[in-house]
């Protein structure tokens, strides 16, 4: 055997090794890359990572996701809250999954960095009573919120304008508590009274009430003023009145003696 068969028979095994090396680091990314209790798995039709973090007691989201992840399963955990860009980095995210947490409310910023990619965005079975106005304004995703404690107002008037695309979304949420008393219950599609105008109008009313009540207060301190007034004056002028006359002076009484 010479040596370049020598080389050959030990290079080709050697070729084949790296090759597969290769391989399952395209497929099975590195365990530093992946977030504690999470699976990540390579999608190559997707050209990303899988990342499923579901049933992992999970109180918060991950602070360091990979930023190749196109499917991101956070759900059947505990997370209570979606801080303002929380997933700001993962630019090729396609789909959420958030469902089945305790989720009470979304800020402006929740999903800050993933409007223009993402397409999915589950919440349902959360806690949610109130979003901020713009929380959906620029996704284009089909949101889905079903089984969440809505609490009807102005905001959410505003938000569900902001996914009027996905009437599907917006068709099913109800209205758990509401500003209106006979809304409650309701789905908020049937909800045909202006919410911001209402909150306008009974800002006003309690301006006006309280200016009213700081008026009759003023009022009853100068009433209550005067009369104290009143009250001192008259209690001087008896003082003065139950004071004794002046007595004469005994040379005054010989003078009138003397003249008479």
Not at 46 to 61: A, D, F, M, P
Not at 227 to 233: H, I, L
Request: overall charge negative.
């Amino acid at each position: 055997m010479t040596l370049l068969d020598l080389w050959l028979s030990r290079s080709i095994p050697m070729c084949l090794l790296l090759q597969s090396l290769v391989l399952m680091a395209l497929c099975f990314p590195s365990a530093s890359m992946c977030p504690k209790g999470c699976i990540c798995q390579r999608d190559l039709h997707l050209h990303g990572l899988n990342v499923t973090c579901s049933q992992s007691r999970l109180k918060e989201i991950p602070p360091s996701l990979p930023v190749d992840t196109v499917l991101l399963r956070l759900d059947h955990n505990q997370i209570g809250a979606v801080p303002d860009q929380a997933f700001h980095g993962l630019r090729f995210l396609r789909e959420l999954n958030l469902s089945y947490n305790a989720v009470e409310t979304l800020g402006e910023g929740a999903f800050s960095g993933i409007e223009a990619t993402l397409q999915v965005l589950d919440l349902s079975h959360n806690r949610i009573t109130s979003v901020h106005k713009d929380a959906f304004a620029r996704l284009k995703a089909r949101i889905i919120v079903d089984d969440n404690p809505w609490h009807c107002d102005c905001a959410l008037q505003q938000a569900i304008g902001g996914i009027s695309h996905n009437h599907e979304a917006a068709a099913r949420v109800l209205c758990r508590s509401s500003e209106l008393r006979d809304h409650e219950g309701r789905p908020f599609l049937a909800v045909d009274t202006d919410l911001c105008n209402l909150a306008k109008r009974t800002t006003d009313y309690a301006m006006l009430v309280t200016m009213f009540g700081w008026f009759a207060m003023v009022i009853s301190y100068v009433v209550y003023y005067v009369r104290q007034n009143q009250e001192d004056a008259r209690r001087h002028l008896e003082y003065l009145k139950s004071l004794p006359s002046k007595p004469k002076k005994p040379d005054e009484a010989d003078d009138i003696s003397t003249v008479v």
